[in-house]
């Protein structure tokens, strides 16, 4: 086969061997000089360096703005699903299944730890998706990947070939191999975690405390040991499943079959049926209420979460224990405020003590602190009082400042003898402006 420029298009035509271009050929992949960029999809009438069937081929030219002899012909040939597995298309769903199980102990990553041997499995149970599905397969014979994709099926990645490879095998401990991925059948899952909500007064969340909490979880049943199973029974496979903890359904639409994969609800995923315990009703936890001494941290504000390792929910089927998460919410104080670390105070004094300065008793969170008015402070000054905010979280020894806002009172009404002496003042003060 050649190709063959004819215009702005590409055609195909067999030649001799003696008169055919040099091509590079490796792994479906043809190189060849050219030089417009134009992407072209063609079919070769009959080749038989290639194939005895049509070979579908992607044409990508590429080029800069001028012809470059350098310039290159790719051509793609699509998977050959048939090929990968090694079977013939006439092939029934017997050799089909029997080829890729032979494929698939090859390949499989725990088996095989060749580089490429996990993308290799990949394209096994890819192939064997399409042609063990008589619709999949009827498409691609006609239509090829694009033809799949057209359906709404993909283009050839369909499924956790993991999962492909359990669904065959009865999960991989019967083969000896590591449990790479595990049956999700009978799989341990982790408690869910629990929440807490914990309200603390200003001062206990600025520097800590330890409180003890009451909190109710679910814990393993003592009775069946966490297996959800009446003692002395044993579990059935499922008959609405199959046992695959999962069932599929089928939609016929004007673009093609969608399937969707859910949960069993026969058996609420674990593939079998058993009597359930009369403790737990089958779930293999039972409610109990724990005392648990938790000590909360310096620094702590509203919203902040404690984390306490393995005390939320038990796990099923033997799983890890969930988190127990604290939301701190913090009750606020009638008199200081928080600012981050700092803590805000505002001091009302009056209009007397901020000419003359004075010092005045403050509350902080340590207790009662003198604070020096000096004379000539302006109302709305912040004057700092340093390291008597709050510790810094996980860093104790490091503590905000407490701001007091100073507001000076002005009187509203004034005595007799108030007012005389203000109006002296206000006559001393014109006098010295006028100096």
């Not at 996990?118 to 394209?123: S, V, Y």
């Not at 869910?192 to 200003?202: G, M, P, S, T």
């Not at 814990?219 to 003692?231: F, L, N, R, V, Y």
């Not at 020894?397 to 806002?405: C, N």
Request: aromatic share 6%; proline share 5%; glycine share 10%.
């Amino acid at each position: 086969m050649a190709l063959l420029p004819c215009g702005t298009t590409w055609g195909a035509r067999n030649l001799p061997p003696q008169f055919m271009p040099k091509y590079a050929v490796d792994n479906r992949m043809l190189s060849y000089a050219s030089c417009p960029s134009r992407t072209r999809v063609f079919r070769s009438l009959s080749s038989s360096i290639f194939a005895r069937d049509p070979l579908r081929v992607n044409v990508r030219l590429h080029q800069s703005s001028h012809c470059n002899r350098g310039s290159r012909l790719i051509v793609r040939a699509e998977a050959d699903y048939y090929s990968v597995l090694g079977v013939s298309k006439n092939a029934s769903k017997s050799e089909i299944k029997s080829a890729y199980r032979k494929l698939a102990r090859s390949y499989h990553p725990d088996v095989n730890k060749e580089p490429g041997a996990e993308q290799k499995f990949k394209e096994i149970s890819n192939a064997y998706e399409v042609l063990s599905d008589d619709e999949k397969r009827s498409i691609y014979d006609k239509y090829g990947e694009a033809g799949l994709k057209g359906a709404g099926m993909g283009t050839g990645d369909f499924s956790n070939p993991f999962d492909i490879f359990e669904s065959l095998f009865e999960g991989m401990g019967g083969m000896g191999m590591g449990g790479r991925r595990g049956s999700s059948r009978n799989r341990a899952t982790e408690g869910e975690d629990q929440v807490y909500n914990l309200a603390l007064n200003f001062k206990d969340a600025v520097f800590g405390v330890e409180k003890e909490i009451e909190i109710s979880r679910l814990e393993a049943c003592g009775t069946c040991d966490g297996s959800g199973a009446k003692p002395g029974t044993k579990p059935n496979k499922c008959g609405t499943c199959g046992g695959q903890g999962q069932v599929v359904s089928s939609a016929r639409t004007p673009l093609g079959v969608f399937q969707q994969v859910s949960t069993c609800s026969a058996c609420g995923g674990a593939g079998e049926i058993s009597t359930p315990c009369s403790s737990c009703n089958g779930d293999g936890r039972v409610r109990k209420s724990k005392r648990i001494s938790l000590k909360v941290p310096a620094g702590v504000d509203s919203g902040s979460r404690l984390r306490v390792r393995s005390e939320g929910n038990a796990g099923r089927r033997g799983g890890a224990p969930g988190d127990l998460f604290v939301v701190i919410d913090v009750l606020p104080d009638p008199v200081l405020k928080r600012d981050d670390a700092d803590i805000l105070y505002t001091c009302k004094v009056s209009y007397i003590d901020a000419i003359l300065g004075t010092t005045m008793k403050v509350p902080t969170v340590d207790g009662i602190v003198d604070l020096k008015i000096p004379s000539g402070t302006q109302p709305g000054t912040t004057l700092v009082m340093a390291k008597k905010g709050v510790p810094l979280l996980n860093k104790p020894s490091l503590r905000g400042d407490q701001l007091v806002r100073v507001q000076v009172e002005i009187p509203k009404r004034l005595t007799d003898q108030e007012k005389k002496l203000v109006e002296q003042l206000a006559n001393l003060n014109k006098a010295f402006a006028k100096r």
